[in-house]
């Protein structure tokens, strides 16, 4: 990231599944049990944390022979017992909570930009008490529309109006990356979440961690703000 681009950061977005929240075990699982309702093989839920992250949709056709008209009915199933059991089998990230205080206390707004339906997104983060850090939280519709990453990319800076003209996308996922290129914006792959190293490939910054996340977020804070005051 070069620093005429950091100069100009105005907002973060977050990717949540794998980023802000450690939602596997409830994902997985209703996965797995989503899967063998609908005729698919047998698998251990702990097998499936690669599909944590993308459309649902997606990965309903990837690992089962569903025709595509049942594909909704098979998604209903899974969001159902979801909302039930797998919402509840979440937890935060370590050191996530500093990261958005630190964010909070620099006046930069944070945004939610994931492909899981917003309702549901927002109930996470309710759940966790993490509602109240985010100025705007983007997901797909009720229906699945506007799931693609670049869509809730897009969704979050045109929400966030003035405050979205430099965006920085966090993301786990090689999904989160090339969604951000595609819309234009610089990201930082969180090596925290569920993706393997390589997913980290066009990235502008890698974090080990939500400390370290923090730790190159305020650098770049205090940098710009130094720019600012030397330029006055």
Known sequence: MTAPMLARLS??????DGTLIDSAPGITAC???TIREFGGASVRPESLRSF???PV???LRTLTSLPERDIPEAIEYYRARYLAEGL???SV???IPALLAMLREWGMPAAVATSKRESHARAILELHSLDQSFAVVSGAGEDEAGAGKSAVIRSAIERLGDRGGSALLVGDRSFDIRG???TGIPSMFAAWGYGAPDEAEGAALVARDPHHASELLHEYLVGSASQTQGAS
Request: proline fraction near 4%; charge should be negative.
């Open 52 to 54: 944590v992250g993308p």
């Open 11 to 16: 907002c973060v977005l977050f990717d949540l």
């Open 31 to 33: 996965l797995a049990e």
């Open 57 to 59: 949709a997606d990965t």
């Open 180 to 182: 951000a290129t595609a």
């Open 93 to 95: 990230f370590a050191g």
């Open 88 to 90: 509840q089998r979440s």
